[in-house]
Structures are given as C-alpha cells and as structure tokens.
C-alpha cells in the first residue's frame, strides 16, 4: 500500500517503560523496559511473546489506556495522553456490553463522533455487513456464539475506521476451527485491499498467527519486558500453513523463542546467598509426564510446531512444560526439535513410584528451589516451616505475583517428588511422614 | 554449597505456649468473665411496671450496658443460625413444604418487625411472670426476627442452587444426610451465610436500641442496655450521655467487627468455590493470630482422640443413605396434596376472617379510608427516599469502586457505618428540626435516609468494582465520556447492584417509618402523617384493632411493591443486564 508515506510513521514508541511500584518491599517491577517501535501505514505488526512479556501493556500504553512511566507514544506524530482517538482495539474478551443489541454496540463506536443519525447508521449496517453479521443487527451479544461476538467486537473496531487496529490476542479465546475461520476472513478483508484501518498491530502469543497475518514479527522477552528483535515476514500471502517457506519461518521463530530459556544446567553452582534464584518454569509435574510419554511414543525427535498442534495447546502453555523437561535434564531442544535424554526416556517409561523418584533425583540436582525448601524443612528438625519465609525470600527477586507463582510451582514439585508436604489451612510445610 | 544460617526463630523449638497463646487465653478469659458477670442480669425479678430496672446516665455504666446488649445481640445471631439451618433445609428438601415456606418466608421478611412489638412484649411478659426474663425474651425476638429471614433466604438459595457434580458425587459416594450436610451442603452455603450474617447482624442493633425502652398497652417497659440508656437520655435532654453512647456505639461495631466477623469472613474463605472472584483477599489479624496458636490444633487433636472413643451415634432415619427416598412416594401424591391444599387455606381464610373482624368491630369505615392515605405518605417518604440515596450515592459509590485503592479503604467503613444504629442520631436531629422548626412530615425522610442510605451506598461500590475491566477499557478506547457513558455502560451495569441495595434500603425505610414518624427530645414530641406514627401511637395505647389494621397494610404495601415493582426489576437484571 502506500509507500510514498512510509517515511512517516503512524506510531512511534520512544523509550517506553512501565514499571509498578511494590508498597510492601519499597521496591519496584518492570513490565516494559525501554521500548522503541515504530508503526508505518499499510503494515500489519504481531508483538509476539509469552505471558509476562508485557506486550498487552505495550498495546494498552499505545491506545492510552495506561500511562507509561517513562517515555512517549507518539500517535500520527502527536503525543499520547489519553485514549488515542486513532486506534480501535478489539479485545481478547470481546468486551460487548450484553445489554446492547448488535447494532447497538456497533455504534457505541460512532457515539463520541457526533454524526447525524443517518450517517450512524449507513456506517453500521456497513461494519456488519463487512465482518458477516447481516441480519443479526436486532440480536443480544449473548445468543451469538463466541465467532459471532468477536465479529461484533471487530465492527465495532471497524466502524470508527481507525488508523490503526489493535488486537489483542483476538482470537484466542476462541476455540480451534472457529479462530482459524475468523483469522483467514481477517487476512482476507486485508488482501482485498479495503481494510477499514491503515495498519494493525496484533498481539499475540501464537507463532503461526503471527506469520499467518504479519508483515513484522517483533519477538519480545519476558520479565521484563523487551523487544528482543524482529523478523520480517515476507511470503506471499494468502499465506498457506502447510508450505515449506511457512513451516521452516515457525520452526525458526520457535528455535529463538526457546533458546534464551533453555539453559541446561549440568552442575549446581555455587551459591553465597541462600537462594538460589534461577526461575522454575510453571509446569505441573503431571503436564511434563504427559509431554515425554508423548514425544516418546513418537519415537524419533519431534517439531515442537508438531507437537503444539497434535496438542491443540498454545506456544504459550506448551514452552514452560518443555522449558521444564530442558531443565530437570529429561529433554533437549535443538532447532525446534525435541529429543529426549536418556533418564527422559526411562522416566517416561517408568510406572509410577519410579518415575516419582526420577523426578525427585531430577529436581534435586536442578531445581534450586526445591532443593532449597528441602534443605530448610530438614535442617528445622521436623518443625513445619510457614509458606512466607519462603515466599518472603522469593520476593527479593520477583514481583509479588511471579514469588507466588515461583512458591507454588516448588511446592507442587516437591510435593510430587515426595519431597514435602503443606498444610493449606495453616500454610505450613512440613517433612512427609515416614 | 554455603548457605546462610536459618533465622532462629525457625529453628528453636518452639514452646508449647507462645504469645498469641497467652494473648488468646487472655482474651477467652476476658470473655467468659464478661458473660458471667452480664448473664447474671437477666434473671433479675421485677414487678412491671414500676420496679422495672432503672438505667443510670452516670458514663462509667455504659461498658456494662454495651455488654448487655451485645449479649443480647450474640444470643439472637445464635437463634437465627439455628433457625436458618432448619428452616432452610426443610423448605430445601420437601417440596411440599417449600411450597409454604417458602412464601410465608416472602411475606414474614416483607412484615414490619417493629408492629408487632405490643403483641410479643404482652406475650413474653406473661409467659415469664416477674421477671425480667420475659422483656428481655420479647427484644430477643424483635432481634432475631430482625436479621433472620435473609439468612434463611440465603441459605435455603445456596441448598437449592447446590453445585451439581457435589450433589451427584455426595450421592454416589451414599453419603448420609448428616454426612451431606456436613460436608457438602453447609460448606456450600457458608460464605453466603457469613457474609447475610453479618449483614444482618448490624442491621440488628436498630432493633436493639428500640426494643430496649418501650411503651406498649400504656406501660413503660425498661431493659438495662445500651438502647434504653439512649431513651433516657432522650428523657432527660442530656446531650453529653446521648455522646458518650454513640462513642461507645462506634467503639463496639468496631470491636466486634475486628474480633468476630473479620476472622470468620477471612476464614470462609477458604469455602470459595469460583477462584476468579477470590481476589477479594480478606485478611484479618485476629484469625492470624489463631492461626499461629497451638491452642486450635491441641485442642483439636485432643477432641479427635475423644471422639474416637465414644461410639458411633447413629441417627437412624439420618443416616439412610440419600438415593433410596427418591424413588418411593410417588402414589397417592395427588390426594395428599389436596388435603394439604385444603388446611393450609383454610388456614389463611380463617386468619384473614378474623383479622378482618377485629379491625371492622372497633374501626370506621371512613378511618381505614384514612390509614390508607396514611400508607400512601410513607410510601412517598420511601420513595423521596430512595431517589435521594439514588442521586447522591450512586456517583460516589462509582467513583470509589473504579478505584481498588480507594475502594479497600471504603467498603469497611461503609459496611460500619450501615451497622450503626441510625435511631442514636435521631435525638440530635430532632433538636435541628425543633431549632429550624421543620416538621416531621419532611424531618422523617431525613430520619429514614440516616439509617437505610448506605445499603445503596455500599452496593454501588460493590457493583462497580464488578464491572469487568475490559469494558471499561473498550469504553476509554470508543471515547466514551459523561451522559453516554453513563447511559451504555455504567447504569446499566451496576443495575442488579444498585436494585438489591434499594429493595434492602426500602424494607429497611418501611421498618423505620414505625420509629421516625414520631420523635420526642425531653417533652417535646414531634409526630408525622403516617402509617408508621398510625402504628405507633396504637402501639403506645395498646390499641389492639388499630396494630393490626396498621400493619396489615404496611404488609400489603410492602408486598405491592415487591411483587408490582422490585419483583419485575431484579428479573430484569437477572438477565437483560447480568454481566458475563
């Protein structure tokens, strides 16, 4: 589309952070460290990372939703201090108002524009009419299905005709075949050439949704949040999934968003402080059982694309379980591919008191929480130990929330492991008995 | 691996008794010795109605009498528990009684309490002759009947409503009926039950201070308690004692809203079955305390240890397990049901006869025209009522709930301020209204707007934090702003809200209007037109007829209005504006 504009963008990010405060501790979390983006017109931009990356924030920061605490959006070159009037967003949600009629919600749109009635309505029969809801005008959001109410939520994007379009992550909560239907009509409305918006940001943290509707993938990392780089997604579109250049692009992105996590760790090193900080990925002991014996039955090295899509789970779900495998030394990812070690494949074989005393050798030698925990409950002679000394060491390093989430994901492996027990009325940990 | 030494604290064994053992012990201490020492006062004799227990304005009394009306307060909570248990459970399980029950449950919350004090004061006085047994008895009714039909409602709702995976698995698993209720049906119920209690455990100290000090039939009744202290300062016009009770009144809804509805509400918690909604973390230091007691857990393992030796007891009907009853009992259904059809009309014909009777023996036909316009005056006053309440706090509640910081400061004082007897502050706005010679025709429905405003108060707040954030997003995205936004989003969306805070603050006003349609401050009585001054002053005489055409309308048009009105709104909001 318009390449004698390109020069101006339509969005520019400068040095955008946003960090939140900690009452308790005094100190203070990052979510988005120092981001600079720019958006040109004619382009579709996926912010693709996993949860913590803080890409719904950057969304939220570039509609003026939220305030960043350093730097500036700058919209069509002015800067950003409310909600941006040239930006639509359509919400993961969906975010209808149920006391409103299809029609209704549309023009919800059109309210603060002050149009004449007329003109209100032309524009969203038009809307309605371009996202496939003819004849539905009169219908409450709730007897529409979850595919019919996101298509709500677009015209309602669509009918302001905004510069550019925010999504965020539209399509996923949605189930399978109805998101894949919705995104290739999405994609479609784009090809055509007349999308109501001059570009789109999407937010997302699905790999093959990004290359499927993306010009730029901008990959960003998480805690906290950055933009790590960008690729450029030049297949001709319509894009087909199933083509070589397409699946040689996903396993490329799923190799760079493995990587920065997959620190295999051999040797516990030595530590000064009493804890050890490396994060655990939060995956239940179940979820990684499961993930091996499958990989296993296989056979040979699998595509973790493959095995993504035979799951029917998101990159977002699958990565902390195969992160996990990475770490307790039961599997190795080179190249998108997923090898099994060998205690791997015995713990995948093994019935259960076996596999319990695997996992637990495992996370002993590897997962420095919950060696830790352990160590403690031992040393304290049998006495229960309440979960905030554990959760208070945890919040030096994290944000209140990722200290629990940290806690809770030691906790259910030592848990599995045989490792310890708690007491969840009275919060306390404790040796299992003999 | 060199690791830092463990804090002390952790590794020293601990003593059997630590502090929070000793500030526990204490405290129970304190308590019993406080029930002693109040209990003791109730089985004072007296010869009503001149010996009737006086009441002293000196200050240093008042813990005393607080602790009196506090008693009473706890032995009425501990009758509603017992009650809603039953009550709810039958109406829940037999389904020929729920079908009066039920209804009657309807019609008994829609009755003004406060009409019916001159029948259950004669009652209890006569049941317990010479002693003040029998008053104390007739204020513990007016309590109970105060606070209960909502618990009853609550829980009978959260038995009937029961998730159905745990009725299927307590089913296949042949749990007993003791069995189910104990693990399913009341863990079920409890944070509804907690949290109506504790509702309704404020609105009761309205109740206390009324019945405390009354006049039925002529006689002046008087019960030691914080209320009757109050009505005698009223008497003699001493502001400074009127001060002191309202201090005393803030420092005990306080206390008890610290030492025993906090720990239960933090603890109930834990019986939350939707996680989503659990981010209202609710933390209270007393339960904290308990928590890092040994005390609990010793005493906990010792009754264990107990109950292992005592043999099984068995209920026999009790214990069958559930699924059998289902089957039987289909036969002669339709015969029985008509039989019961039959006594339980003849039942509310003859009931209505007689009321009907006794009011048309004494009272003219043109009076009863009369006491209907009455009844339509008071009607007005609720609805002045609710409109103002309407206008002033549903912005305000908005304002506070949009923002989490502002709202978790809020909500307790909110929830206070909705316990707090309006009736202490009528005396001093009686003065204001004597000053400005305002009539009670006007004064009343500031009166009213005193006690029942906060329920809208409160539920505003509570129904804005529930507007999900995205459409609050969505609405800042779309650039919504003052009348539309007001309009889509926010009207409607604190609409079941704003409807159950107005039916509460309405029952409440209709209960009230018996109170604040006649104000005295020392000699001076200032009476409003009204059904609830009508009421009143029959009450005061002991008018038998005049009560009960009194509150027979009240009922008729509290019931009007629920079914004609409220009734048609919270359908509305049940569906047309439920959020997700």
Sequence with gaps: MATVTQLQPLLRIEGVSKVYPRPESGGSFTVLDDINLSVYPGEIVALLGRSGSGKSTLLRSIAGLSKPSKGTVYSNGVAVTGPNADVAMVFQGFALLPWLTVNENVEIGLESKRLPQKEVKKRSMDALRLVGLEGFEKAYPRELSGGMQQRVGFARAFVVQPRVLMLDEPFSALDVLTAENLRGEIADLWEEGNFPAKSVVLVTHNIEEAIMLADRVVIMSSNPGRIRGEIRVTLNRPRERNSNAFRSMADHIYTIMTKPDTKITPVLQESSSLLDVTPLPHARPGAISGLLELVEEYGGPEDVAVISDRLRIEADDLLPILDAAVLLGFALVRDGDVTLTETGRTFADAEVETARNIFRDQALKFAPMVTTMHEVLLASRGKPIHEDFFLDLLDEHYSDEEARNQFETALNWGRYAGLFDFDSDEKLLLLPEE | ?580
């Design chain 2, 1 to 580: 691996m060199i690791r830092r030494a463990f804090p002390s604290k952790y590794a020293l064994p601990r003593s059997p008794i630590g502090p929070a053992d000793t500030a526990i012990l204490l405290g129970l201490f304190l308590l019993f010795y406080t029930i002693a020492r109040v209990g003791s006062g109730f089985f004072v004799a007296f010869k009503p109605p001149s010996l009737s227990p006086k009441v002293y304005l000196d200050p240093v009394n008042l813990p005393y009498y607080a602790a009196r009306s506090t008693l009473r307060m706890f032995i009425a909570l501990g009758g509603s528990v017992l009650f809603t248990l039953a009550y709810g459970y039958i109406a829940a399980k037999s389904q020929r009684a729920e079908k009066v029950m039920i209804p009657l449950l309807d019609i008994l919350q829609s009755v003004p309490v406060l009409g019916f004090l001159s029948v259950t004061v004669t009652f209890f006085i006569s049941m317990f002759p010479g002693s003040i047994l029998g008053l104390g008895m007739a204020s513990l009714f007016a309590i109970f009947t105060g606070q209960v039909w909502n618990m009853t409602f609550s829980f009978y709702h959260s038995l009937i409503t029961l998730p159905k995976e745990l009725d299927e698995a307590a089913t296949v698993f042949q749990f007993s009926k003791w069995r189910r209720f104990v693990s399913v049906e009341i863990p079920a119920a409890m944070i509804g039950l907690v949290w109506n209690g504790m509702m309704s455990f404020g609105g009761g100290w309205f109740f206390v201070a009324v019945t405390e000090a009354i006049t039925v039939n002529n006689n002046s009744y008087t019960l030691p308690g914080i209320g009757s202290y109050v009505a005698k300062a009223i008497l003699e016009k001493n502001l400074k004692a009127l001060g002191y009770a309202i201090l005393t009144m803030v420092v005990l809804i306080i206390a008890i809203d610290q030492l025993f509805w906090r720990p239960i509400v933090a603890w109930a918690e834990k019986f939350r079955m939707d996680k989503s909604t659990a981010a209202t973390h609710a933390s209270s230091w007393v339960l904290d305390l308990l928590r890092s007691s040994k005390l609990p857990r010793i005493f906990s393992q010792e009754w264990r240890k107990v109950r292992r030796r005592l043999p099984e007891i068995s209920f026999k009907r009790f214990r069958r397990p559930t699924i059998k009853l289902t089957w039987k009992r289909k036969k002669s259904r339709i015969n029985e049901d008509l039989v019961f059809g039959i006594i339980i009309g003849t039942i509310v014909v003859g009931a209505i006869t007689v009321g009907i009777h006794i009011i048309t023996s004494e009272v003219p036909a043109r009076e009863i025209f009369s006491v209907i316009g009455l009844g339509f005056l008071t009607f007005l006053r609720v609805v002045c009522l609710l409109l103002f309440a309407s206008a002033v706090w549903t912005p305000i509640g908005v304002a506070i709930g949009f923002n989490p910081k502002l709202s978790r400061i809020a909500q307790p004082i909110v929830l206070i301020l909705a316990s707090f007897p309006a009736n202490f502050l009528f005396p001093a706005a009686t003065i204001i209204f004597i000053r400005l010679g305002l009539g009670l025709n006007f004064g009343s429905i500031i009166l009213m707007i005193l006690g029942a405003q906060w329920y809208v108060l409160f539920n505003s707040i509570a129904g804005a934090m529930a507007v999900p954030n995205d459409l609050r997003e969505m609405a800042a995205n779309m650039r919504l702003s003052g009348i539309p936004l007001w309009r889509k989003l926010i009207l409607p969306a604190i609409f079941p809200a704003w409807v159950t805070g107005a039916i509460t603050a309405s029952g409440g006003a209709w209960n009230a209007s018996i109170v604040s349609e006649v104000v005295t401050w020392g000699k001076s009585t200032l009476t409003a037109d009204g059904v609830g001054a009508y009421i009143a002053k029959a009450t005061t005489t002991g008018d038998a007829p005049r009560i009960v055409l009194g509150v027979s309308l009240m009922c008729v048009f509290v019931v009007l209005s629920n079914r004609l009105f409220w009734r048609k709104l919270y359908a509305l909001a049940e569906t047309r504006y439920r959020l997700g």
